[in-house]
C-alpha cells in the first residue's frame, strides 16, 4: 500500500466556486444542463440540500468559512473590510497536524486590493497561487493566473489585460478555470507522498460577466430547459424598501462600461450612461444571461472531471475528503433582482454542497438538515485530527457535518447583511441597508432594520418553504403567522444579542 492508503488523516481537496447557486447543477435538479462529473461526486458521496451562506456577498462569506466564524466574530461585514491579520484561516491548524497546503485561485477573505499587497500572515498555505479573477489586477506580479497566462498564451493575455470583462468567448485552454484545475492536477501529482495534502482550487465561475466561457459550451445548454425567472405575487413596490432599492440600484446595474471591475476596458473611469432599469429584467436578457451562467458551469464540471481523474490516476480517491462548494448565490432575474445584494431569497443564499469520502460516507447520501457553508471549517479540521472539544470551544458556531450520532447540530441557518454590498455607482448604498436570515428548515424570516439596531426592525419577510418553495407569498402581516413570525424574531435577537459585534456600526 502507499503512505496515501495507510494514513489515517485524510487528504482534503476543496473545490470552490464563485456566485453558483445552489440549483444549477443535475444533481440539484437542473434540466437544462448536464453536470456528470459532480453527479459522480454526489452520488459517490454526500449531497447537502439546504446549505446557506454566512452572508450573500463574497468577501464575509469567504472569510466565514475559512474561519470557521459568523460575520461578527471575524467582523468582515462589507464587501472592502479586512481581516483581522491575527485571526488564523483554517489552514494554518491543518499544517499544525502535519498537513502540506495549496491555494490555486480566488482567496477573498479581505478586500482585494489589500489582499494583493499584503499577503495576510496566518493564511496557513505553504503554496499560494493568487487569483481574484481572471481580468482584475492581471499585470500585477503577484497574480498567478496572469503570469502564467503572460507566459504560456501572451496574445490572450495582452487582449485580456486590454478589455477585461468585455472579453467574451475565451479559449479553453487561456481559461482561469482550466489553469486553475491544471495547477491542482499538477499538485497532485509533485506532492510530498509522505504526508497528507489540503489544495484548495477556486475558481471565478459562474460569477458575471457570464460570457467568458469557451464558446463551445454553449451548446451544453438546452436553452427550451431553462424555467423562466421566479415572479413575486406582488408588485415591486410592496416588497421590502431594501429590495426595491436592489432592484433599482443593484451594482449589476451600473452598465458594462465604466472600467476593469465593472466590464469596460482598462482606463476607462467615467460612469456609463445607464440603460433604463426594466431592459435589464426583460425576458430576453435574463434568459440570455442564464444560458451563458450555465454554459460556464458546463466548463466547470468538465474541469473537475480532469480533477477528479487526476485523483483516481494518483491512486488517492478513497482517503481523500473533496469538497465542492460556493460561497454564495445568483438571483439571474429572480424576484426582479439580479446577481447578489441585499436580499435573502434560496437562489441567492443557498448552495451547492458536496462532500465525497469513501472511507467515512456512504454513496447516494443526502441530507436535508439545515447547514452552513462555514460548518465545514470544524467539518475538514476534525476529519484531520483536531480535538472536538478544542474546536467547541474555539468555533462554537461550526458544526461537524460528519459527526457521530448525538453530536450537537444546527438548529438554524442565519446569514446577514451590515452594508456590505455596493450600488450603481461603484459604493456602498447610502443610507446603508441592514439585514438578517434565520431560517428553521421550514420557515424563512428575512427582517430589515436601522443600521446596527436589529430589534428595531420594521420590515420584512415570512415564508413557509414547504408550501412556498419559490417564496413568492410573504406572510409577514398575516395573523395566522404571527406567532412564528414572533419566535423566529425572538431567536434572531438572541443571536445578536451572543454576538453583540454585529450591531456595531461603522
Not at 433604463?276 to 442564464?290: M, N
Not at 441530507?367 to 474546536?391: C, F, I, K, N, R
Not at 450600488?423 to 443610507?431: A, E, K, M, V
Not at 436589529?454 to 409577514?476: A, H, I, V
Request: one cysteine or more; aromatic letters at 10%; proline letters at 8%.
Amino acid at each position: 500500500m502507499t503512505p496515501d492508503q495507510n494514513r489515517t488523516q485524510p487528504n482534503i481537496l476543496l473545490i470552490m466556486t464563485d456566485q453558483q447557486r445552489w440549483d444549477s447543477l443535475s444533481c440539484y435538479g437542473c434540466k437544462a444542463i448536464e453536470t456528470p462529473n459532480l453527479d459522480r461526486l454526489a452520488g459517490e458521496g454526500m449531497r447537502f440540500d439546504r446549505c446557506y451562506c454566512s452572508n450573500p456577498i463574497c468577501t464575509p462569506s469567504r472569510a466565514s468559512l475559512m474561519t470557521g466564524q459568523p460575520v461578527p466574530v471575524h467582523t468582515v461585514e462589507r464587501l472592502y473590510d479586512v481581516l483581522p491579520p491575527q485571526t488564523p484561516l483554517f489552514p494554518v491548524y491543518l499544517r499544525e497536524q502535519g498537513y502540506q497546503t495549496a491555494l490555486f485561485g480566488k482567496l477573498h477573505v479581505s478586500a482585494i486590493r489589500h489582499e494583493l499587497e499584503n499577503r495576510k500572515p496566518n493564511d496557513g498555505f505553504d503554496v499560494y497561487e493568487w487569483c481574484p479573477e481572471p481580468s482584475l489586477l492581471l499585470d500585477h506580479p503577484e497574480q498567478a493566473y496572469g503570469r502564467w497566462l503572460e507566459r504560456e498564451h501572451p496574445a490572450f493575455y495582452r487582449e485580456l489585460l486590454a478589455n477585461g470583462r468585455q472579453v467574451q468567448d475565451v479559449p479553453r485552454e487561456c481559461h482561469m478555470t482550466h489553469w486553475a484545475a491544471g495547477r491542482t492536477i499538477d499538485y497532485l501529482r509533485n506532492r510530498d507522498k509522505e504526508r497528507p495534502f489540503f489544495c484548495k482550487m477556486s475558481v471565478f465561475d459562474p460569477h458575471n460577466p457570464y460570457r467568458d466561457y469557451p464558446g463551445e459550451f454553449r451548446e451544453k445548454v438546452d436553452a427550451e430547459k431553462i424555467p423562466p425567472a421566479i415572479t413575486d405575487k406582488v408588485e415591486i413596490s410592496a416588497l421590502p424598501e431594501a429590495v426595491r432599492r436592489e432592484h433599482e440600484h443593484g451594482y449589476m446595474l451600473a452598465g458594462t462600461t465604466k472600467g476593469p471591475a465593472w466590464g469596460g476596458k482598462k482606463g476607462t473611469t467615467e460612469p456609463p450612461e445607464r440603460a433604463p432599469v426594466e431592459s435589464f429584467y426583460t425576458d430576453e436578457a435574463i434568459r440570455r444571461d442564464r444560458v451563458d451562467y450555465l454554459a460556464s458551469i458546463a466548463l466547470l464540471d468538465a474541469e473537475v472531471g480532469r480533477v477528479l481523474d487526476a485523483l483516481d490516476d494518483e491512486g488517492l480517491k478513497e482517503n481523500t475528503l473533496v469538497v465542492f462548494c460556493s460561497d454564495h448565490g445568483d438571483m439571474l432575474g429572480d424576484h426582479s433582482l439580479l446577481a447578489k445584494g441585499a436580499y435573502f431569497y434560496d437562489p441567492s443564499v443557498r448552495v451547492p454542497l458536496i462532500l465525497r469520502w469513501p472511507q467515512r460516507i456512504r454513496p447516494e447520501t443526502v441530507s436535508v438538515a439545515p447547514v452552513q457553508l462555514h460548518d465545514l471549517t470544524a467539518t475538514l479540521l476534525h476529519a484531520a485530527g483536531v480535538d472536538p472539544q478544542w474546536l467547541r470551544g474555539n468555533m462554537p458556531d461550526s458544526f461537524d457535518l460528519l459527526g457521530a450520532p448525538g453530536d450537537p447540530v444546527r438548529e438554524a441557518c442565519i446569514c446577514v447583511y451590515h452594508g456590505t454590498g455596493i450600488c450603481d455607482t461603484g459604493s456602498y448604498f447610502d443610507p446603508p441597508i441592514y439585514g438578517a436570515m434565520i431560517f428553521d428548515g421550514r420557515y424563512k424570516l428575512n427582517l430589515y432594520f436601522p443600521e446596527g439596531k436589529p430589534e428595531q426592525g420594521f420590515d420584512g419577510q415570512l415564508f413557509d418553504l414547504y408550501n412556498d418553495p419559490g417564496e413568492c407569498d410573504n406572510l409577514w402581516g398575516e395573523s395566522a403567522h404571527e406567532s412564528k413570525r414572533e419566535a423566529l424574531r425572538l431567536r434572531l435577537l438572541a443571536w445578536y444579542r451572543e454576538h453583540p459585534a454585529c450591531a456595531v456600526a461603522h
